[in-house]
């Protein structure tokens, strides 16, 4: 980072103070992580808006523990302070600190400038990815659907009564998945995409397109903003990207589900799926390969969502259509997988999705 830009950051740029950080630990924010020394107090500059910071702790056999983080929107010069807890090998938040210690520190951030990293903005295309990964999360999203701190990992939730692990099911893959603590994201279900009282034809008609069920949850949940649902559905990607969050996992195939699923929708908010659309190329652009074919790929997924999305496009949508070849195209030269063209006549059981030489 050039001392222009490290000036012009120090004046805008947050702070996250990190006191007691063990031997050998792995940190991260964002796109970057370290294993850390015994002088690392934090990272500096970094730039306002929405951040990832994780870690995970090597036990004395070299062995990596469950990495666990939390999402923080850092506004203009905040100084966020934690500590490491070696008891729960976990971070302290301010809550479970000194006031008055916390204070000082803010009022004395510069006496650690040395002992804090800055945030990496070299090579600059890691911070563009992580903003095109998150530009539609708003904090209120993140205190939402993260109350426990904005904290995320794969640990399995207890209940209060029974402590037992809470599962929930997901019957589209057929089993079982952990339901991860902390977790609240918007809760619907693709089997009721009806209104309450609605007739045989319109069960039908909704059961088959998912436009009502949008509806109302645009009005509902997200204030009639389709950019809030988005940042839902990229909450989620990320939550499974940095932190192998499976939770985070179901609600995003529930939302690419629902949105490949609107035709009335697609006709009356057409910039709404081309956003989708951009959203959803950034997201597998950030896939590898074996995570593309393992795991998104599964009972040919995504093939098969496009391949619903293409019959509901109006013929008159000339940049839908266009967008939504631009992503066929990405998708075959990036996992030299092909999204084959809409046929009435076949049989939906077969594979859905051609493997390119």
């Not at 034809?201 to 204030?223: G, I, P």
């Not at 949105?259 to 950034?282: G, W």
């Not at 631009?326 to 009435?344: M, Q």
């Amino acid at each position: 980072m050039d001392q222009e830009t490290a000036n012009a950051l120090f004046n805008v740029g947050g702070f996250l103070l990190f006191f007691n950080a063990p031997p050998n630990l792995e940190f991260g924010i964002d796109y970057n992580a370290w294993t850390v020394g015994p002088l690392f107090k934090g990272v500096k500059l970094i730039p306002p808006g929405l951040h990832f910071i994780y870690f995970s702790a090597t036990s004395k056999e070299g062995v990596q523990g469950i990495r666990t983080g939390f999402f923080k929107y850092f506004e203009s010069q905040e100084v966020v302070v934690r500590e490491w807890n070696p008891a729960s090998e976990d971070l302290r938040d301010e809550t479970e600190l000194d006031p008055d210690q916390v204070e000082r520190y803010r009022l004395n951030i510069r006496d650690f400038d040395r002992n804090m990293g800055p945030y990496p903005l070299d090579p600059p295309t890691f911070y563009q990815r992580w903003q095109r990964l998150t530009n539609y999360i708003t904090p209120g999203l993140v205190r939402r659907i993260l109350p426990n701190n904005g904290r995320v990992s794969h640990l399995p939730s207890k209940s209060a009564s029974t402590d037992e692990v809470l599962d929930v099911k997901d019957k589209r893959v057929g089993r079982q998945v952990e339901k991860e603590e902390g977790m609240e994201f918007t809760y619907f279900d693709l089997r009721q995409s009806f209104p309450r009282g609605a007739t045989g034809d319109e069960v039908t008609r909704w059961s088959l397109d998912k436009s009502w069920l949008a509806r109302d949850l645009l009005q509902r949940v997200y204030r009639n903003n389709h950019t809030l649902m988005l940042g839902e559905m990229q909450l989620a990607f990320v939550c499974l990207l940095m932190a192998q969050n499976f939770s985070g996992f179901n609600q995003w195939k529930h939302l690419v589900h629902l949105l490949c699923s609107c035709e009335d929708l697609v006709q009356e908010k057409p910039n709404m799926f081309i956003d989708f659309f951009d959203v959803l190329q950034y997201q597998l652009d950030e896939c590898p390969e074996d995570f593309f074919r393992d795991i998104l790929s599964e009972n040919n997924f995504i093939a098969s969502m496009l391949k619903t999305f293409a019959r509901n496009i109006p013929p008159n949508s000339v940049d839908l259509r266009s967008r939504f070849e631009r992503l066929k195209k990405f998708i075959a030269t990036r996992f030299k997988w092909e999204i084959p063209e809409s046929d009435s006549d076949e049989d939906d059981d077969e594979p859905v999705v051609v493997e390119m030489e």
